[in-house]
């Protein structure tokens, strides 16, 4: 019986572990407002290199339009499967002496091609919000207004709302 206990506790524990691992952290950020002025942190700290030699390969219409306004660039790649890899870029924008901030996650397909995009975290729209992607791929907003969007990338990179 007392093995039956140890053998029980050893399961519980790993499961544990396991239920643990799945929700990791792989990206995110925060809102911070000083004298009316909204900016963004974000974890884990990635060096972010502007969007130049590969834009036509990275960024879709919407962002080459907004190269006009702002600056786009990368910062890595946060999830890789065998169908999918995400990536996370940052735009930024300088409207009447502020900088405003929108992170957006995609997903490319084997051959680099854009599968979907997301706006994960911004401070160009009102309200503005904060999120976090976790291992499981799920995304959870909270925006300054008090509402939170949940949002799960699928098997084959689509981002879904819920």
Known sequence: MKQFKTILSIIIAALALTSCDNDRVLFK??????????????????NFEFVVDSASVLLDNEDLKNALRGETAKGGTLYKSDRFQVKLFLTTFYYSGVYQYEFKLRTFSKDMKIIDSYTF??????????ATLT???????SCEDGSEIIAQIDDYGKFIER
């Open 135 to 141: 291992s499981d791929l799920e995304i959870t907003k």
């Open 121 to 130: 975290s911004q401070t160009t729209r009102d309200p503005a919000c904060a």
């Open 29 to 46: 950020t925060n809102l911070e407002t000083n004298d009316q002025k909204t900016n963004i942190t974000y974890s884990p700290n990635l």
